[in-house]
Every structure is written in C-alpha cells, then in structure tokens.
C-alpha cells in the first residue's frame, strides 16, 4: 500500500473509504429500533496478555475466556492512544486521533468536537434505546463524550479509591435491562477496576497478591498522592514493588471479569442472549516495567495499545480466531453492518464482518496510534507487519511477526523501510488533521471534575520530567517502602 490514495485508505478517510471493496458496509435493514441489541463492554486498563485466551496461564478469566470460546476473537487489535479519552473516542467515532481531536495531553486537555458523530448517535437515530454506564470523568458530558446516549449513569466519587466497583457496575446495567422498554437498545459498559488503585477484593487478593498482601487488605497502590509524586517525577519506584503491585492488578482482573460474567448471565436471564451482539474490548493496558517504566499514557509500545477484542453474535458468528490487525476504528462500521443500522458516513474504518464470516471480504489498512499523556507526544504506524514508533528524539521500529514484545528495535538496520513509513505516517496524519473537526478547544474543567481528575493523578499542571521518549528507558531511583505504596486508614479498603 504507497502513495497518496494508499495513505488516504490506510488510514480510512470517508470520501475514499466508500470507493475501497474492502471497506463496503451492507446493512440488512429494518424497522427502526427493532434490530438486535447490542452491549459494549470496555474495560479500562486491560491488558490483552492477562486473558486466558491470549495466552496468559493466571487463570484469572474463565468468562472472558468462554465468551471468546463462543464467539470470535482478534488476535492482534490495536487502541488508537495508550489513554482513555482519545481511545474511546477512536472507539465512538470510527477515527484515530488526529481526526477526532479529543485528547491533549496533562497540561491541555481537548474535548470531543460535538460536531462529531457517534456510533451511539447512529443507533438513537435509527430508534434504538442508547444508555452509557460510565465510571471516569473523560467519558462524561465535559469532554461531550456522552453524546448520542439517551441515558448516561455516572456515579460520582471523592477521591480514586472510592470509583463504583465492578459488582455495582453491573448492578447498574443490569437494572437499566431490566427497566427497559421494548425498543432494541444499544448499551455501553464501562468498567475501571483494573485501572489504579489497585486493590481487589479480599478473595482475590488471596488468589492473585504477593503472599505478604494475601490476607493484608490494608496495602493498596497507586492512590492518589502516589500518583502525584509518581507522574511528576519525584519518586519511582522499586522493581519489586512495581511486580508486587502487578499482581494486585491481576487480582482486579479477575475480579472484572467475575463481574462481566455476572452481566453475560443477566442477557440468559432477561432471554437476550440470542438477540443480543456482544461486543468487548478495551481502551489501553498497563505497563508493569515491560520497557523499563509503569502505568500507561507514556509509550505506543503493545503494553499500551495492544487491547483484548472479542464478538459473540448466536446464530450469526460462528466461533473462529482471526490474525489480522485491526483497529478500534473498525469497530463501529462492524457493529452497524452486523445489526443493520447506517453508519455514520465520516466513520473512517473498514467493516470487520468479512473476517468475522470468514468470507475474505477484507482490504488490510495501516494503523495510526498518537498519544503521551505525560510530555511531548508520539506518533505510531502499523503496516505491513511492521510498526514504527516517531518521538522527539528518533524512531523506533519492529517486526511485530517475529517480536510482537518489541524487543528488537530495527530501526538503524532498516532505514528505508523507517523512511518509507514516516513518508505514509506523515501524509496520513496530515490528511486526517484536515478533514477532521477543527473545533478542538481546550476543556474548562468545573471544579468538582478537576478534583476527581485530580485524585486519578491526571490534572495539575504539566509533569516535572523533561524527557520520557521511548528511545530510553527512565531511571529508577530506590525510595523506602513508606514512600513506595500508601498505608489506608483502616475501613479505606473497597467493599467489593
């Protein structure tokens, strides 16, 4: 795929997406609102690898695991930022990120244009019920993520240790099934559990922590003073700590998915299950040291932007692994050509219900990936099995056939297929900047949003540290164990 059209359809600009076989969407029509359902479940800061059915031996999710054994699962899709509001709003719009222009970065943050048009948008007008069970600020009304959702359930929270849990995440959705009416719905369901803090319930923790946190619910990380100190560079923190706070993480993993479980059942309870199209994914995952650092937001390395992406549809799909890489752009051209609703004509991605079939109806496209929460941003591209990564201070590239972990960096070895690349990137990026929205201001945060934001560590001024490229690694200074994770006031562990 070269030159300026092979550009343009890489990375799915509409005018040309609706010349392109590969990317053709052939709704089957019907009676408005009375199509299948259809139930996005996101996870927050899930990594693809902690599944069962990408490869991880934890055993810490036999539902996510049944549900891709019932249905089909993407190898290798991709997320369009490593942080949550510009990859939901890849995921709501069917753009990557210079197109869609929500994001920014810690000292700037950028809301969703409201002249861009959601896939939820498409369902309401097509006369589905839309509701939106959320749980962090970036998906509310502020950033105008909530648009097209008739319904929104956003439960407030003082401070991150006190976000609505997976079980009242799922409570929430399901009441919401259960009142409904008899209009098809489109539902969102967001949960944040595997997202800092840390700190599953006490179950879990017996299963998944480090044995001296077994049975001590009183160690948590990552609460938000933490977060401060950590994010503008005046601590860091102990490799063992990072690998006793992962596996904290892997408890809350677990616990998610007990939760999403819980809320597959309801569909067999309520009788939804063979009318409904599930689809799941997620906005991002976690780095736990993996290129050297912690968290996410700061690097476009797979830990980041490589994200679980499952659909079961009874009846309709039939159960099957696909290798292709795909993109969140791709997944609300899928959802409207499977339930038969039009979409949006700027949506910029390629139907994935060839590769769902197995009919072959599918024209590979490059990925685009931008974001750095933390500093100067990053620019990703994935084509031809290869996938480039351009920060301030150089490129990195890697063959993710042989290396999907990206250990081997290729750049100097290849330095036409880098130039190459970049030339595509470029032009690409370039071309979605100017047909995307250009009202792209800045957000003006109420104060009772910053606060929360806040004590997620995700406001507050620009970070300390200059430099966090991902052509080196940071610099891990030692701190005491008191600095390295917070000690709750007894009764601060959630009650999950």
């Not at 999403?260 to 799941?280: E, I, M, P, Q």
């Not at 709750?488 to 959630?494: E, K, V």
Request: hydrophobic residues 40%; aromatic residues 10%.
């Amino acid at each position: 795929m070269r030159g300026g059209l092979g550009i343009l359809i890489a990375v799915g600009l509409a005018v040309v997406l609706l010349l392109v076989p590969g990317c053709a969407r052939d709704g089957d029509g019907q009676k408005a609102g009375q199509g299948p359902n259809v139930l996005l479940i996101a996870v927050d800061t899930l990594r693809a690898d902690r599944l069962g059915c990408y490869g991880s031996d934890l055993g810490a999710t036999p539902r996510l695991d049944a549900l891709a054994a019932e249905g089909v699962r993407f190898e290798r899709a991709f997320s369009h930022a490593p942080w949550t509001l510009p990859s939901f709003a890849s995921l709501y719009t069917s753009q990557a990120p210079p197109g869609h222009g929500a994001g920014g970065w810690r000292g700037e943050l950028r809301q969703l244009p409201e002249a861009a048009r959601t896939v939820a948008e498409c369902f309401r007008d097509a006369g589905y019920a839309t509701a939106a069970v959320i749980n962090v600020d970036f998906l509310g009304t502020e950033f105008h993520m909530t648009q097209g959702f008739e319904h929104v359930d956003f439960e407030a929270y003082p401070n991150n240790l006190e976000v609505r849990n997976a079980t009242r995440t799922t409570d929430a959705a399901v009441k919401w099934l259960r009142a409904r009416r008899e209009r098809s719905f489109f539902l969102l369901v967001h949960y944040f559990d595997p997202h800092l803090v840390y700190s599953p319930p006490a179950k879990f923790r017996r299963r998944f922590a480090a044995p001296q946190d077994r049975n001590n619910t009183r160690w948590v990380f990552g609460k938000d003073a933490q977060l401060a100190a950590y994010r503008r560079g005046w601590v860091q923190f102990e490799a063992g700590t990072i690998r006793r706070a992962e596996m904290l993480y892997n408890g809350e993993v677990a616990y998610t998915d007990q939760e999403v479980g819980r809320l597959l059942d309801a569909l067999d309870d309520l009788n939804l299950k063979s009318s409904t199209l599930v689809v799941l994914t997620a906005d991002h995952g976690e780095e736990f040291l993996d290129h050297g650092s912690f968290e996410h937001g700061h690097t476009l390395y797979n830990e980041l932007v490589h994200v679980p992406l499952i659909l079961r549809y009874p009846g309709r799909l039939e159960p099957r692994v696909v290798g292709e890489m795909v993109g969140h752009v791709d997944i609300a051209p899928t959802i409207c050509e499977l339930v038969g609703v039009e979409p949006d004509p700027a949506f910029s991605g390629c139907s994935l219900v060839g590769l769902l079939v197995g009919s072959g109806k599918w024209e590979p496209h490059a990925i685009a990936l931008e974001g750095n929460f933390w500093g100067w941003p990053f620019r990703g591209w994935i084509e031809d099995g290869y996938k480039l990564i351009r920060g301030p201070v150089g490129a990195k590239l890697f063959d993710l056939g042989s290396d999907f972990g990206e250990t081997r960096d290729l750049a100097s070895a290849a330095p036409e297929r880098v130039s190459r690349m970049t030339a595509d990137m470029s032009a690409a990026f370039d071309a979605l900047a100017g047909a995307g929205h250009a009202a792209r201001g800045s957000v003006e945060l109420p104060d009772d949003v910053r606060r929360r934001l806040e004590s997620l560590g995700y406001v507050g001024g620009p970070p300390e540290t200059a430099d966090n490229a991902p052509t080196s690694a940071p610099t891990t200074r030692s701190q005491p164990a008191s600095q390295q994770a917070s000690q709750p006031a007894p009764g601060t562990d959630r009650d999950r």
